[in-house]
């Protein structure tokens, strides 16, 4: 009995306890349910959260990208050049205007220093100044060389970029190119001695042909009383040759000084050239001249354009002979035609291309400039002439010339153009590899 009673009171104590734990457990358990489900909860606000900021974040890189893409169009829509440098001096950011006006390309300056492609002709570095100072300026007319050894007339503005913490991180110049201003000035403040010039050689030129015809008349009367054999002849002959020599001269100061009127018709250049081709072997045939090959390359589908077919052909005979002239030794001369643009109404380029002496670098300047020669004999007026008549066109001409290789002339004429009845004087070009004539 005392056993029974023993075990029945262990039955009920573990009982009792095996409750109380399976109690505890379950308690746990809900405990544990509801932490877990709290959780869910956090979990899912938290989703809801980063779901919320994402959307905004993508809004924000949205807004960031059409910002950048805007600042980026700003840029290559300004026509004055932009260059940014870091604290180093390095470029950072540089726009299309200001690859233009250097003539270089933003892929091969980015990162470096910027002394190397933008400083004034003394070599100071407006840029690296105003990071070392912490200075700016404001309109600053300077003339700088670009890496290409070009020297150009710009006007700049120069400051410090700063952060939010107005702390200084770079620097920044817009500028702007001068050198056609400064060209237009100079032709200007030349303009009214020119005229006069005109107007007193044209003057001149008249007072000095009047004689000059009747002293070759009465020559050429002389001529024919003295035999062949007379020493009296040989004189006449050259009284004869040489008031023809001043004649040339006259006529083509004449040439030069009086207005130039068009006599305009649809004609294709391929046959002008032709022609002017036809007189050039005529010419090397006469003095003898057979060390030349002249050649030409005109493939063009369209080459007609309106314009004077004879005073262009006298533009080209003249560029041509003077070619010839400078190959005493021999070579090529090669004339050739090519369209400039894509559209339709691009120019028409006609080139002319010698293997001669060359021009050298301090003369290549002036070879347009009225009275200028490096020949013993000549009036210093034909390649102005030339240029007079490429400018009624309204074309342009320029010149490449390399010392020893050779010369090429390259005369652009528009397609499409409105001409005047009188050439006005319009000089003009840009600055490059190809040299306008004035520079």
């Keep these: 009995m005392i056993e029974n009673a023993s075990i029945n009171t262990f039955t009920k104590s573990w009982d009792t306890e095996l409750a109380d734990a399976f109690h505890i457990f ?17 979990v899912k606000k938290i989703d809801r959260e980063m779901a919320h900021t994402n959307a905004r974040l993508k809004d924000k890189v949205l807004e960031l990208d059409n910002v950048t893409k805007y600042l980026n169009s700003l840029l290559r829509s300004i026509h004055s050049g932009v260059i940014a440098v870091n604290l180093k001096g390095e470029v950072s950011t540089i726009n299309k205007a200001a690859e233009k ?11 470096k220093k910027v002394e190397m492609i933008l400083k004034d002709s003394d070599g100071s570095t407006p840029l690296l100044l105003a990071l070392e100072s912490g200075k700016y300026c404001i309109d600053l007319e300077r003339k700088i060389e670009t890496n290409q050894g070009i020297f150009k007339w710009i006007e700049s503005s120069v400051s410090l970029i700063k952060d939010a913490n107005e702390n200084t991180i770079g620097a920044v110049e817009v500028f702007r190119d001068l050198s056609e201003i400064r060209e237009l000035e100079t032709r200007l403040r030349n303009a009214d001695k020119l005229a006069a010039i005109g107007a007193m050689a044209a003057c001149i030129a008249h007072e000095i042909r009047n004689p ?8 050429a009367l002389l001529a024919r009383d003295f035999e062949d054999s007379d020493p009296r002849k040989k004189l006449v002959k050259n009284i004869l ?19 130039l009127r068009l006599k305009l018709k649809n004609s294709r250049i391929s046959e002008i050239v032709d022609k002017t081709l036809f007189f050039v072997i005529e010419d090397m045939k006469s003095r003898g001249v057979n060390n030349i090959r002249v050649l ?3 493939k063009l589908d369209t080459d007609v354009l309106k314009c004077d ?18 190959m005493m030794s021999g070579g090529d001369l090669t004339v050739f035609t090519r369209m400039q643009g894509d559209d339709g109404l691009g120019d028409i380029q006609v080139g002319i291309r010698d293997t001669g002496m060359g021009i050298k670098k301090e003369v290549i300047r002036k070879i347009f400039d009225p009275f200028f020669t490096t020949k013993q004999e000549g009036s210093g007026l034909g390649l102005a002439i030339v240029n007079k008549i490429i400018e009624a066109h309204n074309g342009r001409i320029l010149v490449e010339s390399v010392e020893g290789k050779g010369t090429t002339f390259y005369i652009n004429l528009p397609r499409s153009s409105n001409f005047d009845a009188n050439i006005i004087d319009n000089r003009w070009g840009k600055n490059g590899a190809l040299i306008p004539y004035y520079l």
């Design 309 to 326: 077919p004879e005073k262009l052909q006298q533009a080209f005979l003249n560029l041509c002979l003077n070619a010839i002239q400078s």
């Design 241 to 259: 040759q040489g008031t023809k020599n001043l004649n040339k001269a006259v006529t083509e100061l004449l040439v030069f000084a009086r207005p």
């Design 296 to 298: 030409k390359e005109c």
């Design 212 to 219: 000059l015809n009747g002293i070759e008349g009465f020559s």
């Design 26 to 42: 379950n308690n746990y358990t809900q405990r544990l349910e509801e932490s877990y489900n709290q959780l869910q909860g956090r």
């Design 101 to 111: 006006i250097l003539k270089l390309q933003a892929s091969d300056v980015i990162g």
